[in-house]
């Protein structure tokens, strides 16, 4: 069964730390998308890749936001230095175009205290 | 940017009741997506509308797009407990370039 593998599910950490989340694409999807989901903001699309070329990241903070597909099967987003206001879910996505069908990984929800 | 407006926000319903969430824009979209998220997981895609006035069914659920392609209904007939969830519609602009997340509509369904 195919499916976005995310980790870490749960992270809590201290205002001013480097936090990194990663996601394992489902095999063969050429395109990978980040989002961020608050109550406030709902779904946010930080950055996204195809064909592990970075085409849009103009969702994100570029200060200390930084989104990597260092192959095929690893997508990365880091945030550094870390502030209480990026608590949030972060969601991992894969599919085959930009615009078609997205499979979403079960997310990353941080707390950064 | 292409906003997507989805109304009502929250909705509590007791089983067995109706109801028909919106996902409304000024622009106009060459398709629109609809997906459903439980706590704790990833949104999940139900249905993909492409054709102006195009209605499409899913068991209990109705998708209807607009004929001016601007808009779109979700419409839940005898709503279950296992319909909880957030709803959220997505919105691909006319280059078919970019895809674009309503804030979505929060359903609680009450036994």
């Known amino acids: 069964d195919a499916r976005v593998t995310q980790t870490p599910r749960h992270k809590v950490t201290e205002m001013g730390q480097e936090v990194t989340m990663r996601c394992q694409p489902i095999l063969g999807h050429n395109t990978v998308f980040w989002y961020r989901q608050t109550m406030m903001q709902g779904l946010e699309l930080l950055a996204y890749?195809?064909?592990?070329?970075?085409?849009?990241d103009s969702g994100m903070p570029k200060d200390r936001f930084s989104a990597e597909m260092p192959d095929a099967t690893l997508a990365t987003l880091k945030i550094q230095p870390s502030e209480p206001r990026d608590s949030a879910v972060y969601f991992c996505?894969?599919?085959?175009?930009?615009?078609?069908?997205?499979?979403f990984g079960e997310g990353s929800r941080l707390t950064v205290l | 940017t292409q906003l997507l407006e989805q109304s009502p926000q929250f909705l509590s319903i007791q089983e067995g009741e109706n109801l028909t969430v919106y996902c409304n824009s000024s622009s106009v979209f060459s398709s629109l997506q609809w997906y459903r998220q439980e706590p704790g997981e990833g949104p999940v895609l139900l249905v993909t509308?492409?054709?102006?006035?195009e209605v499409k069914k899913l068991k209990r659920l109705t998708f209807q797009f607009g004929d001016a392609r601007k808009d779109s209904s979700l419409h839940i007939t005898a709503a279950q407990p296992g319909d909880t969830g957030l709803y959220l519609c997505a919105g691909v602009n006319n280059a078919g370039n970019m895809l674009t997340f309503g804030g979505g509509t929060r359903l609680m369904v009450k036994p």
């Open positions: 890749f195809r064909n592990r070329a970075p085409l849009d």
């Open positions: 996505a894969s599919g085959f175009s930009l615009t078609g069908e997205l499979f």
């Open positions: 509308v492409v054709t102006g006035g």
